[in-house]
């Protein structure tokens, strides 16, 4: 039992144990109590058939804490294949085999350790991504125990003022790893990282550098001549971005579309959780106008998307870019999201949870969301046809708009 529980004593058992013996913390670790009252810790394991004790310093000068990091290290070696004992009375001290651990190395297996608490797959590729490129080039051969402040402004000033959003990111995830690199016990001392009483002095606030932009988006007056004239476009290009804004989707979830996913009779699309952004299934009621819209697109061969490229791969982002420029609008893509947001709240009744479900947004009221756990999918139906009639009206009548009762 002592062997597989870890973390039994507690530090005032350990303070108080004066009887002799050995105390079990687990993982192998012991608190051992000499017959003259001395305490010590040994950390007890096999190999080979042979059980071996290693000292791993006195109370006085190791604490619980430290303890358990030394265990926790001669375990690692231990299914590693390595002696803790030989290793340390070999040519390599502990210190040595802290620093042969480079900061790239740490930062996978920081990785590796999150990926479970992490919502998807996508955030563990950005994370490596991220570092790959901007921190490893730098410091990624180098000994998580060696970076230090010159290290991390190298890396992040010159992205600082030009990529904000990216390098306060970078800045974050440099901290987290030099902080489990510390709690694993391969560096000591400050984080070089860290914002707050550090950085902050160095480098300008973030939100002071550049403001957010929001996307560009077509006031909502507008988008029955746009759509007039984005119907005669030809392309793929131009079918996706008018699904997009049929559907109010965003523009991966439009390009990625299979049939698979798509009901015709039902006028339901479904999409996976995989490739939602909250990593949470969609289904998008589908207007008159939407399935018409795929009823006329063609079928390629050996693709099951929609919107296949002359490849028959995933249409690029620049693509539906390419079509707003052909017609010269200097909106987004990811803009028409916003145009529907501001035509539901200006021209409807419909309560503000339906149109946040019909864009695939989480509720931010936490006491709101756990009271609407259904997905309205019956009023964003009525929401999105409304929508879609809308987007047919080439020039709305000027003036106060009547409200819809969506309820």
Known sequence: MGK?????????????????????????????????????????????????????????????????????????????????????????????????????????????????????????????????????????????????????????????????????????????????????????????????????????????????????????QEIGAFMAELRQQAGMGARALELAILTAARSGEVRGATWAEVGLAQAVWTIPAARMKAAKEHRVPLSAEAVELLRTLPRIDGSELLFPNSKGAALSDMTLSAVLKRMGRAVTTHGFRSTFRDWAGECTAYPREVIEHALAHQLRDRAEAAYARGTLFDKRRRLMAEWAQFCGIVAPVAGVVPLRRGA
């Not at 480079?102 to 955030?123: D, L, M, P, S, V």
């Open 4 to 220: 597989h529980t870890l973390h039994r004593l507690t530090a005032r058992e350990v303070t108080g144990a004066k009887d002799r013996g050995h105390y079990p913390d687990g993982g192998g670790l012991y608190l051992r109590v000499g017959a003259s009252g001395t305490r010590s810790w040994i950390f007890r394991y096999t190999r080979q058939d042979k059980t071996r004790e290693m000292g791993l310093g006195a109370v006085k000068d190791v604490t619980l804490v430290k303890a358990r990091h030394l265990a926790a290290e001669a375990r690692e070696l231990l299914r590693g294949g390595l002696d803790p004992i030989d290793t340390r009375t070999g040519s390599t001290t502990r210190a040595a085999r802290a620093s042969a651990v480079t900061f790239q190395q740490c930062a996978e297996r920081y990785i590796e350790a999150k990926r479970a608490g992490w919502k998807n797959a996508k955030h563990a590729a950005q994370w490596g991504a991220t570092l790959a490129q901007y921190a490893s080039p730098i410091i990624g051969a180098l000994s998580v125990a060696d970076v230090t402040l010159p290290h991390v402004l190298q890396i992040l000033e010159p992205i600082w003022t030009t990529k904000t959003e990216t390098a306060s990111r970078l800045r974050g995830r440099i901290q987290s790893v030099l902080d489990y690199a510390t709690a694993r016990g391969y560096r000591t001392g400050d984080n070089p990282a860290r914002w707050t009483g550090h950085l902050k002095e160095l480098l300008p606030a973030p939100g002071k550098v550049a403001k957010v932009e929001h996307h560009a988006a077509l006031p909502w």
